[in-house]
């Protein structure tokens, strides 16, 4: 249960080990993969949260749109659109629905009997 | 280990994201201490700020410099000002018989004779010609003649008391200056030699040397006389220098 949590603590002293830092110039997309990773392991929480998780989702929903979403900022700057705000406006709105999910099972599982795990949608953020 | 098969592949998913994190978190904390990525008005602000301190650090090296330059130049006066003093007291002290002096010289030795007398007046004579000469320090039997050097005949006048000390054969009269010039001076026709000699029969030793040494005489106990005020300070400073 506590295995991932482990795995992001361990990440990120690895992380301050290195002493490999990122180009100033690619900071932005890299903020965006961030955003989109979080919002995929986020999103592979809820999965297991519901037991509907498949690892191929997650692993290819990881990478995939981690570069894609960089990819994309990164063409947007080609062409003049600034989709740097977009990005972050969409992975922002699917984490913090994503947190609405966990909560929300993690309250019918421990806390409450009331709610229904079928009642409990995506679409739902309170 | 793993339960579930969910957990290694979620494990490795949040490893990648804690790696991203602590990179990125790194490179934003790189960017807010580099200054190509502060905004305009902050470095505009900056800019402002060193260019205030750069005018007020060159002012304070002005001022610093004027400053030195006042200090060193006091400091070249006071040393001229001490060096010339301390040649004044040298001069002074060799004047006044207060510092063992040496340099070349004469040295007139009077031996022990029985038939003739020599007398106080003698020896007062030698000396006052020696001065005459420009003899610039003299001692007799090693005592240093100075202004308050007395010359009397004992109670007998059988010897001759110098400061109230006895002096006893033979007489050495030594004094410093040129030596040619001083056997010149001493040894004129009708002079005190000349009559000691001729008339009195005394075997006088008359002697150049190259090197005298002279003891220094006591300092004087003074008492009772002061500079008189205004007038103690211009003299040497009018003169220049004490005249031997």
């Given at each position: 249960m506590w295995l991932p949590f482990l795995g992001l603590l361990l990440g990120f002293l690895i992380g301050q080990t290195l002493t490999f830092t990122v180009p100033a110039n690619f900071a932005p997309y890299f903020s965006v993969a961030i955003l989109a990773t979080l919002d995929s392991t986020l999103g592979g929480v809820t999965a297991v949260m519901k037991e509907k998780y498949d690892a191929a989702i997650l692993m290819t929903g990881f990478f995939i749109n981690s570069t894609v979403s960089a990819f994309l900022v990164l063409l947007g700057d080609w062409i003049g659109v600034d989709l740097y705000y977009v990005a972050v406006f969409v992975f922002g709105v699917r984490i913090f629905q994503n947190i609405a999910i966990i909560r929300r099972e993690l309250v019918s599982k421990y806390l409450s009997n009331n709610i229904k795990n079928s009642q409990s949608t995506t679409h739902e953020v309170q | 280990m793993f339960r579930n098969k969910w957990q290694l592949t979620l494990t490795i998913a949040f490893l990648c994201l804690g790696l991203l994190f602590s990179l990125q978190f790194r490179t934003h904390k790189a960017m807010d201490n580099?200054?190509?990525?502060?905004?305009n008005e902050t470095l505009a602000a900056i800019s402002r700020d060193l260019n205030t301190k750069y005018y007020q650090l060159i002012q304070e090296v002005w001022d610093l410099r004027t400053q030195l330059r006042l200090l060193e130049q006091s400091n070249d006066q006071n040393k001229l000002l001490v060096e010339a003093l301390k040649r004044e007291q040298q001069k002074l002290n060799i004047a006044t018989g207060l510092t063992p002096v040496e340099g070349p010289g004469l040295i007139i030795t009077i031996p022990e004779n029985d038939q003739n007398y020599l007398g106080y007046q003698d020896i007062i004579d030698i000396v006052n010609e020696l001065w005459n000469a420009n003899a610039e320090a003299i001692s007799v039997n090693g005592i240093r003649v100075t202004g308050a050097t007395s010359f009397l005949p004992s109670d007998e006048l059988s010897t001759i008391l110098m400061d109230g000390k006895e002096l006893s054969y033979p007489y050495v009269i030594k004094a410093i200056g040129e030596p040619s010039a001083l056997e010149k001076g001493i040894s004129i026709p009708k002079g005190v030699i000349d009559y000691l000699r001729n008339l009195y029969k005394i075997p006088l030793e008359i002697k150049q040397a190259d090197k005298i040494s002279l003891p220094s005489a006591s300092a004087p106990n003074l008492k009772y006389s002061y500079p008189v005020a205004g007038k103690a300070g211009e003299k040497p400073a009018a003169s220049g220098e004490p005249q031997f």
């Open positions: - | 580099d200054l190509n990525f502060q905004s």
